[in-house]
T-cell receptor, first 114, second 115 residues
Framework: NAGVTQTPKFRILKIGQSMTLQCTQD?????MYWYRQDPGMGLKLIYY???????DKGEVPNGYNVSRSTTEDFPLRLELAAPSQTSVYFC?????????????FGPGTRLLVL | AQSVTQPDIHITVSEGASLELRCNYS??????LFWYVQSPGQGLQLLLKYFSGDTLVQGIKGFEAEFKRSQSSFNLRKPSVHWSDAAEYFC?????????????FGTGTRLQVTL
C-alpha cells in the first residue's frame, strides 16, 4: 500500500490564481481530512469527509472547497489564491468504525502564494 | 471545545540522554490522545496513541507516553535519545463531534539532539 499520497509536492501560485491539491489513499478509509500547517501554529483542520459525497467544514474553511466523488480521492480546491494561503497542506485519512480516530498523513504539499 | 498545550517550543538534549516532552489537554470526556512525529520536509508519523486501559502506552522507536487524568497530561518519554530522533513532535487530542472524529493539535515541540 502506498498509503496517503499528495500531489504536487511544491507549487508557487500568483495571487488570484486557482489550483487543486490532490489527495489519494489506497487503504479504503472512509474518513479523509485536509489540514494546513503554519509555522508555530500546529495543524488546523480545513475540511473533512466521512464518505463519498459527504463533506463538512473544519476550523479554517474560508477560501477553500472540497469534493469527494470516490472513496479514494479528496481534492482541495483554492479558487482565488491569497498570500494568507501560503502554507503546508496535509491530507489524512482514517478508518471507521473500529479505529476512526487514528489518522494517517500524506507527505504534504508546500504552497507559496506571491 | 478541546485544546492541547505543548509548553516547550524547543528542547535540546544530548544523544543518550533521557527525554520527556510535555503535553496538557483540555477535554470534557475521556480523550483519545496521540503523539505524532514530523521529520523535516515530511508528513506526520504516528508514534503512539491512548484510547483506554493501561495508562502507560508503548509506541514505535522506543517511545512511551503516560496518561495522567488528574493532571490532564500525556507526556512523551524516551530513556535514551538517538540523533535520528531530532524532529518536531505533536501531541493531539481526538474527539467525536457529529459524524466524524476530529483531531486538535498542539503547536509542537522541536527536538534538537547534540552529539
Amino acid at each position: 500500500n502506498a498509503g496517503v499520497t499528495q500531489t504536487p509536492k511544491f507549487r508557487i501560485l500568483k495571487i488570484g490564481q486557482s489550483m487543486t491539491l490532490q489527495c489519494t489513499q489506497d487503504m479504503n478509509h472512509n474518513y479523509m481530512y485536509w489540514y494546513r500547517q503554519d509555522p508555530g501554529m500546529g495543524l488546523k483542520l480545513i475540511y473533512y469527509s466521512v464518505g463519498a459525497g459527504i463533506t463538512d467544514k473544519g476550523e479554517v474553511p474560508n477560501g477553500y472547497n472540497v469534493s469527494r466523488s470516490t472513496t479514494e480521492d479528496f481534492p482541495l480546491r483554492l479558487e482565488l489564491a491569497a498570500p494568507s494561503q501560503t502554507s503546508v497542506y496535509f491530507c489524512a485519512s482514517s478508518y471507521s468504525p473500529q479505529d476512526q480516530e487514528t489518522q494517517y498523513f500524506g507527505p504534504g504539499t508546500r504552497l507559496l502564494v506571491l | 471545545a478541546q485544546s492541547v498545550t505543548q509548553p516547550d517550543i524547543h528542547i535540546t538534549v544530548s544523544e543518550g540522554a533521557s527525554l520527556e516532552l510535555r503535553c496538557n489537554y483540555s477535554y470534557g470526556a475521556t480523550p483519545y490522545l496521540f503523539w505524532y512525529v514530523q521529520s523535516p520536509g515530511q508528513g506526520l508519523q504516528l508514534l503512539l496513541k491512548y484510547f483506554s486501559g493501561d495508562t502507560l502506552v508503548q509506541g514505535i522507536k522506543g517511545f512511551e507516553a503516560e496518561f495522567k487524568r488528574s493532571q490532564s497530561s500525556f507526556n512523551l518519554r524516551k530513556p535514551s535519545v538517538h540523533w535520528s530522533d531530532a524532529a518536531e513532535y505533536f501531541c493531539a487530542v481526538g474527539a467525536r463531534t457529529g459524524t466524524a472524529s476530529k483531531l486538535t493539535f498542539g503547536t509542537g515541540t522541536r527536538l534538537q539532539v547534540t552529539l
